[in-house]
C-alpha cells in the first residue's frame, strides 16, 4: 500500500510540475506580449505624429512657389519612416475611403482590392483608426493590426504546453513499461523459483505418507494428508506456469468452479456461506487453463472472506451472453470506495498488513493477458459488499 501510494504521488507531484511550468511561460508570454502591443501601437503613434507635423510645418513654413517640392519631401521621408516597419501591417485611408498607403500585405495579384479590404476590417476589429490632421480639412486614418510575429508569440505558451503534456504523458507510458517489465521479471522470477523450493517438501510428504499407509493410522487421516500434498502439487503447477504462455483447452467451467468452491468450503469458517446461482446440468466449455482459472476465483474468495472478517455469504453467478461467458463473485463484506474499482488490482496495493498485496494482480494477469478476458469491479458499496465480475469467451 505505501509503496503504491508513493509511487502514484509522484506521478502526481511530476504532473503538476508540468502544469505550473505551462501557466508560468502562459503568464510571462501574455505579460510579454501584452508589451510588446504596446510598444508596436506607440510606434504607429509616433509614425502617424511624424506625419501630422512634417505636413503642418510643410504648410506653414513654406511660400507657394515651394509648397510642392517641400511636400515632396516631405512624403518621401514619411515613406522612408513607415518602410522602416517590416512587421506590423499598416493601412493609410483618406477620407473617402480610397487606400492611401500600406505595409506589411501579401496579396496576389489581381487580389489587391478583396485583401486590403478585409485586411482593413480586421483592423478596425482590433483598435480604433488613429487621425492624421495634414491641414484644419485635411487628414488622413491610419489603422492596423499586431503582427504575425506577435500573434505567433501570443500561441506559444499553448503549443509548449501541449509539448510538456506530450511529453509528460511518453514518460508516463515509458515509465509504466518498464515497471511492468520489472514486475513480469520479479513474478517470474519468484514464482520459478517456489516451484523449485515446493518440490523437495512434497516429495518428502508423498514418502511419508507411503509410510503411514503401512502403519496402523486412522486411513481418513490419511486421505486428508493425500488431499494436501495434491493441493500442494497443484500449487507448484500454479507457480511454474508463471512467465510461460499457458495451454487453453476446452474445459466444463462449472465444474472447475465446483471444485474450487468445495475446497474452499472445507477450509474456511463455517459462518462464511457459499451459493452459487448456476445449474449442473449440462457442461459448459471454455477454453480455460484449469489449474490458473481456479487460482483467480481461489483469491478472489480469499479476498471475500478477509473483506467480510470470515463471516458472511460469497455468491458466485455465471450467466451466458452470445459469445462470452460472464460470472460475478458478490460478498457481503466491507465493500470498496470507487477511487479504489481500478488500483485495487495494482501490485502491492493491499489494505492488509500482512500479503504483499498480489492476489488480485495475478488474477488480472490470469483474466487478461492468458484468458484474454476481462475482470473488474462491477459493484461496491461501503458497508454492503463487492461484486467482481469476470467476462470470458467461450
Known amino acids: 500500500m505505501d509503496i503504491y501510494l508513493k509511487r502514484k504521488?509522484?506521478?502526481i507531484l511530476l504532473l503538476l510540475v508540468?502544469?505550473?511550468?505551462?501557466?508560468?511561460?502562459?503568464?510571462?508570454?501574455?505579460?510579454?506580449?501584452?508589451?510588446?502591443?504596446?510598444?508596436?501601437?506607440?510606434k504607429v503613434e509616433l509614425w502617424a505624429e511624424a506625419t501630422r507635423r512634417l505636413a503642418s510645418s510643410g504648410i506653414q513654413n513654406s511660400s507657394e512657389a515651394n509648397v510642392e517640392d517641400l511636400n515632396t519631401a516631405y512624403l518621401t521621408l514619411i515613406q522612408l519612416i513607415l518602410e522602416q516597419?517590416?512587421?506590423?501591417?499598416?493601412?493609410?485611408?483618406?477620407?473617402?475611403g480610397d487606400?492611401?498607403?500600406?505595409?506589411?500585405?501579401?496579396?496576389?495579384?489581381?487580389?489587391?482590392?478583396?485583401?486590403?479590404?478585409?485586411?482593413?476590417?480586421?483592423?478596425?476589429?482590433?483598435?480604433?483608426?488613429?487621425?492624421?490632421?495634414?491641414?484644419?480639412?485635411?487628414?488622413?486614418?491610419?489603422?492596423?493590426?499586431?503582427?504575425?510575429?506577435?500573434?505567433?508569440?501570443?500561441?506559444?505558451?499553448?503549443?509548449?504546453?501541449?509539448?510538456?503534456?506530450?511529453?509528460?504523458?511518453?514518460?508516463?507510458?515509458?515509465?509504466?513499461a518498464t515497471q511492468r517489465a520489472e514486475q513480469n521479471?520479479?513474478?517470474?522470477?519468484?514464482?520459478?523459483?517456489?516451484?523449485?523450493?515446493?518440490?523437495?517438501?512434497?516429495?518428502?510428504?508423498?514418502?511419508?505418507?507411503?509410510?503411514?499407509?503401512?502403519?496402523?493410522?486412522?486411513?481418513?487421516?490419511?486421505?486428508?494428508?493425500?488431499?494436501?500434498t495434491q493441493r500442494l502439487e497443484k500449487i507448484t503447477e500454479r507457480f511454474s506456469k508463471i512467465g510461460s504462455k499457458p495451454e487453453l483447452i476446452p474445459t466444463d467451467i462449472t465444474e472447475v468452479l465446483n471444485s474450487t468452491i468445495n475446497y474452499l468450503k472445507t477450509r474456511s469458517s463455517g459462518r462464511?456461506?457459499?451459493?452459487?446461482?448456476?445449474?449442473?446440468?449440462?457442461?459448459?466449455?471454455?477454453?480455460?487453463?484449469?489449474?490458473?482459472f481456479?487460482?483467480?476465483?481461489?483469491?478472489?474468495?480469499?479476498n471475500s472472506i478477509d473483506a467480510m472478517d470470515n463471516h458472511g455469504t460469497i455468491t458466485l453467478a455465471m450467466s451466458k451472453k452470445?459469445?462470452?461467458?460472464?460470472?460475478?463473485?458478490?460478498?457481503?463484506?466491507?465493500?470498496?470506495?470507487?477511487?479504489?474499482?481500478?488500483?485495487?488490482?495494482?501490485?502491492?496495493?493491499?489494505?492488509?498488513k500482512r500479503g504483499w498485496g498480489l492476489g488480485l494482480s495475478l488474477a488480472k494477469r490470469i483474466i487478461e493477458n492468458y484468458h484474454k478476458g476481462k475482470i473488474f469491479i462491477r459493484w461496491s458499496e461501503t458497508g454492503k459488499g463487492t461484486t467482481f465480475r469476470i467476462i470470458l469467451n467461450k
Open 294 to 302: 481456479s487460482w483467480v476465483i481461489e483469491n478472489l474468495c480469499k
Open 18 to 42: 508540468a502544469v505550473l511550468i505551462g501557466v508560468a511561460s502562459l503568464l510571462y508570454t501574455n505579460w510579454l506580449t501584452e508589451k510588446m502591443a504596446n510598444e508596436e501601437r506607440k
Open 185 to 228: 521479471q520479479v513474478w517470474v522470477g519468484m514464482s520459478k523459483e517456489t516451484a523449485h523450493q515446493l518440490g523437495t517438501p512434497i516429495s518428502s510428504l508423498m514418502a511419508w505418507i507411503e509410510l503411514l499407509k503401512s502403519e496402523d493410522v486412522n486411513p481418513k487421516l490419511i486421505s486428508e494428508f493425500e488431499k494436501d
Open 99 to 176: 487606400f492611401n498607403y500600406k505595409a506589411n500585405i501579401n496579396f496576389n495579384e489581381g487580389r489587391e482590392e478583396q485583401v486590403l479590404s478585409k485586411e482593413l476590417e480586421k483592423m478596425k476589429d482590433h483598435s480604433p483608426p488613429i487621425r492624421i490632421d495634414l491641414s484644419e480639412e485635411d487628414y488622413l486614418l491610419l489603422y492596423y493590426r499586431e503582427s504575425n510575429l506577435l500573434q505567433n508569440l501570443r500561441y506559444y505558451p499553448f503549443v509548449q504546453l501541449f509539448v510538456i503534456m506530450v511529453f509528460i504523458a511518453a514518460a508516463f507510458s515509458a515509465f509504466g
Open 322 to 352: 452470445e459469445n462470452t461467458i460472464i460470472l460475478d463473485v458478490t460478498d457481503t463484506g466491507k465493500g470498496v470506495p470507487k477511487s479504489q474499482f481500478k488500483t485495487i488490482f495494482q501490485p502491492g496495493y493491499s489494505t492488509k
Open 272 to 292: 462464511v456461506k457459499f451459493k452459487t446461482t448456476f445449474t449442473e446440468e449440462a457442461p459448459l466449455f471454455v477454453p480455460l487453463n484449469a489449474a490458473l
Open 9 to 11: 504521488r509522484g506521478k
Open 85 to 96: 516597419n517590416t512587421t506590423i501591417p499598416v493601412l493609410i485611408v483618406e477620407p473617402g
